[in-house]
Nanobody, 120 residues
């Protein structure tokens, strides 16, 4: 399983960096995706990054405020959250996919997620 970390309580307008470690992950994959689930809502896609080319994709909710990246070794995937709003409050998850997709059904090895709370 992949494990997201870095969630915290942050004020509106603040920023946060989430991490997803693939160290020790033995299954092959094509992309790592970030998803989130707000209280009382379903899980939604945020962004993904491909393993080899580092190609990124963002959903409308993440575009212009969130940035997905990876370290040089490709073992840690980051999601930088900026200009945070209360509606960004959610549990954020990372997962792996064998294809380039934003469909959560194409992802596997979900971890427990990390909670981001945006509140003053």
């Amino acid at each position: 399983q992949l494990q997201a970390s870095g969630g915290d309580l942050v004020q509106p307008g603040g920023s946060l960096i989430l991490s997803c470690s693939t160290s020790g992950f033995t299954l092959d994959y094509f992309a790592i995706g970030w998803f989130r689930q707000a209280p009382t809502k379903g899980r939604e896609a945020v962004a993904y990054i491909t393993k080899s080319a580092g190609r990124t994709y963002y959903t409308e909710s993440a575009k212009d405020r969130f940035t997905v990246s990876r370290d040089a070794a490709g073992t840690t995937i980051y999601l930088r959250l900026a200009s945070l709003k209360p509606e960004d409050t959610a549990v954020y998850y990372c997962a792996a996919s064998n294809i380039m997709s934003i469909n959560e059904d194409d992802y596997h090895c979900w971890g427990q997620g990390t909670l981001v709370t945006v509140s003053s």
